[in-house]
């Protein structure tokens, strides 16, 4: 049993401000799928073998928060604050390593095939990791300004965060997080008045680790000496970094009857993977803008 305790304190400021400082405890439990003792070779040019981890443990993490807010007037909020994250167990999956079949044919009962190289991957625990950054965000209705234009609201945030993480196998440095973006942050300015509802939005995540691939020490624990090292074509798997830009709008054109039209990824965002740096790239895919039309009736909007 697992106690997930938090404490929340709030401190009231004049003129509409206010301080919150908080602590909670998580947990997060492996992926089901990653728990059997399973195992799949698949011998083609890729020589893959992707094999479970019945032993993975749960995932645990004290959040630390301090977070200042201020209420602007009309309808609006400003919030800017400091977050720190101890985690132990951190689970890394698809933790890629070498293998020779020569040494590992019997345990893994697969043809010797005269020492074929194998990449095998495999959900796995770290000893421990940290995250700790900030984040701001604003958000307001601007009713102040003249006519039309009160229609007019915005919806913005930023985030920076630094990672650092201890006893991934195979290496001893001391990587982000994976999927843990340095920047983050999104902008959606909207527009509410009469018949028409609209929002743009656009947001753009920096490149991350994917997964682990980088590994400085063989598995004896002896060093290993990576070609070009870890910005080479043998690093860590990273996603692209990635903006996109999405819109929709809604115009009522009679009582509970909308116009809906819409637009995903309207800039056509590449997506895909490279290792170590993007000279090295292993997949782009583009997907091309997708729009949207149609209609919605809405019977809570017919007159009573």
């Known amino acids: 049993m697992d106690a997930l305790q938090s404490v929340q304190l709030r401190f009231r400021l004049p003129h509409d401000g206010a301080i919150r400082a908080s602590y909670g405890r998580g947990i ?29 443990k749960p995932s645990r993490a004290n959040n630390y928060d301090l977070l200042y807010e201020q209420y602007l007037k009309p309808l609006g909020l400003l919030q800017a604050g400091f977050f720190y994250k101890q ?17 590992y044919g019997s345990q893994y009962n697969f043809n010797n095939n005269g020492g074929t190289m194998w990449n095998v991957s495999q959900p796995l625990n770290g000893q421990s990791a ?19 234009l009160s229609g007019i609201g915005m919806s913005a945030n930023y985030g920076y965060t630094h990672s650092s993480t201890t006893g991934v196998p195979f290496r001893t440095d001391h990587p982000a997080l994976q999927r843990q973006a340095p920047n983050t942050w999104n902008i959606s300015p909207t527009y509410d008045r009469g018949r028409v509802s609209a929002r743009l939005g656009i947001s753009h995540n920096d490149a991350n680790i994917f997964s682990y ?13 990576v070609p070009l090292g870890i ?10 970094a990635h903006t996109q830009v999405d819109a929709q709008a809604s115009i009522r054109m009679y009582r509970g009857l909308h116009l809906i039209v819409a637009g995903l ?29 149609g209609l919605r009736y809405t019977l ?3 007159p009573r």
């Open 87 to 103: 985690l132990s167990h951190p689970i890394y999956e698809n933790v890629k390593s070498l293998i020779s079949t020569n040494q």
């Open 28 to 56: 997060s439990r492996p992926n089901y799928s990653d728990l059997p003792p399973s195992f799949n070779a698949q011998g083609n040019s890729a020589n893959q073998i992707d094999i479970g981890n019945p032993n993975l």
């Open 300 to 302: 809570s909007n017919e």
């Open 130 to 148: 940290s995250v700790y950054g900030f984040e701001i965000s604003y958000l307001q209705h601007l009713t102040f300004l003249p006519g039309p």
């Open 231 to 240: 910005k080479g074509p043998l690093g860590d798997t990273y996603l692209y």
């Open 265 to 293: 990824n309207l800039t056509n965002e590449v997506f895909g993977f490279y290792n170590g740096s993007t000279q090295y790239v292993l997949q782009r895919e583009y997907y091309k803008p997708s729009y949207m039309f």
């Open 213 to 225: 691939a980088y590994q400085n020490l063989n598995p004896d624990g002896t060093p290993n000496d």
